[in-house]
T-cell receptor, first 114, second 113 residues
Framework: AQSVTQLGSHVSVSEGALVLLRCNYS??????LFWYVQYPNQGLQLLLK??????LVKGINGFEAEFKKSETSFHLTKPSAHMSDAAEYFC????????????FGGGTRLMVKP | DAGVTQSPTHLIKTRGQQVTLRCSPK?????VSWYQQALGQGPQFIFQ???????QRGNFPDRFSGHQFPNYSSELNVNALLLGDSALYLC????????????FGSGTRLTVV
């Protein structure tokens, strides 16, 4: 069984500061890893994904994440927060098999202070 | 190019009733999955449809059922609604030939009273 743990249900940063959202996963097979963002009353938008290859993945809106197998982590970072980054962020894992069910973490609400 | 569309956007039902939610996948996508997102939680996988058959199912009771049509659109049916079924129901689609992450719709907000 797969699982995802997002440390910190709420993270607050100042505008212009570094954003770091933590994600640790558990998987018995090489995982596919994803970060999604959800704005209020909306669905999920894919920020970035790791399937195979380069472990540092760049996504949209200046976000990036690094897959660290030894630490079973896939933390999301952005060098400089913008007010528009305020949203709920979800880390998810899939085993890459047919069906490709996603298992999500509980989410982290990012707040950006002016 | 339209993404994943879901209808209705909001719905209020009474406990014990039945509900049908609808989803049209993104153009070119043939696989549809449904997720339930309770307030303040991450989405949970309900089931996935491919070639008009249920291919994988999460830990949800038989009250939750679905269907996929030849045009790849899908329905989610929930019978004997419980208060705990109140949630945002998300539909997601993926293209043929590989999995690189779902495209999600905006969801249907179901409130059971």
């Amino acid at each position: 069984a797969q699982s995802v743990t997002q440390l910190g249900s709420h993270v607050s940063v100042s505008e212009g500061a570094l954003v770091l959202l933590r994600c640790n996963y558990s998987s018995s097979v090489p995982p596919y890893l994803f970060w999604y963002v959800q704005y209020p009353n909306q669905g999920l938008q894919l920020l970035l994904k790791y399937t195979t290859g380069a472990t540092l993945v760049k996504g949209i809106n200046g976000f990036e994440a690094e897959f660290k197998k030894s630490e079973t982590s896939f933390h999301l970072t952005k060098p400089s927060a913008h007010m528009s980054d305020a949203a709920e962020y979800f880390c998810a894992v899939s085993d890459g098999n047919a069906g490709n069910m996603l298992t999500f973490g509980g989410g982290t609400r990012l707040m950006v202070k002016p | 190019d339209a993404g994943v569309t879901q209808s209705p956007t909001h719905l209020i039902k009474t406990r014990g009733q039945q509900v049908t939610l609808r989803c049209s996948p993104k153009s070119g996508h043939d696989t549809v999955s449904w997720y339930q997102q309770a307030l303040g939680q991450g989405p949970q996988f309900i089931f996935q449809y491919y070639e008009e058959e249920e291919r994988q199912r999460g830990n949800f009771p038989d009250r939750f059922s679905g269907h996929q049509f030849p045009n790849y659109s899908s329905e989610l049916n929930v019978n004997a609604l419980l208060l705990g079924d109140s949630a945002l129901y998300l539909c997601a689609s993926t293209p043929p030939g590989g999995f690189y992450g779902y495209t999600f719709g905006s969801g249907t907000r179901l409130t059971v009273v």
